[in-house]
């Protein structure tokens, strides 16, 4: 278990529910960074979204990306076109 910040608010994570939460999730386009979870890969935004519960305007990717680096998910940075 693991505590992260993201909008200013502290959570407890496991991998594991990290993990469970998106499991079946629908992963949207990637256009900037993103994140492995389950050999899905899903932009950081929408994790975030996902488990924290929130309004998107109120966290940055970066918050979610110090987060999921904590967690030990695999990263990738945004691509250029």
């Given at each position: 278990?693991?505590?992260?910040t993201?909008?200013?608010?502290?959570?407890?994570?496991?991998?594991?529910?990290?993990?469970?939460?998106?499991?079946?999730?629908a992963?949207?386009p990637v256009?900037?960074?993103s994140?492995?979870?389950?050999?899905?890969?899903?932009?950081?935004?929408?994790v975030?979204?996902?488990?924290?519960?929130?309004?998107?305007?109120?966290?940055?990717?970066?918050?979610?990306?110090?987060?999921?680096?904590a967690?030990?998910?695999?990263?990738?940075?945004?691509?250029?076109?």
């Amino acid at each position: 278990m693991m505590r992260v910040t993201i909008a200013r608010r502290h959570f407890y994570f496991h991998p594991a529910e990290v993990e469970k939460a998106m499991n079946g999730v629908a992963p949207e386009p990637v256009t900037g960074g993103s994140v492995d979870i389950g050999g899905v890969r899903y932009p950081l935004m929408q994790v975030g979204a996902v488990i924290t519960r929130q309004d998107r305007r109120d966290f940055n990717a970066g918050e979610v990306q110090r987060a999921m680096q904590a967690l030990g998910f695999p990263l990738h940075a945004a691509t250029s076109q």
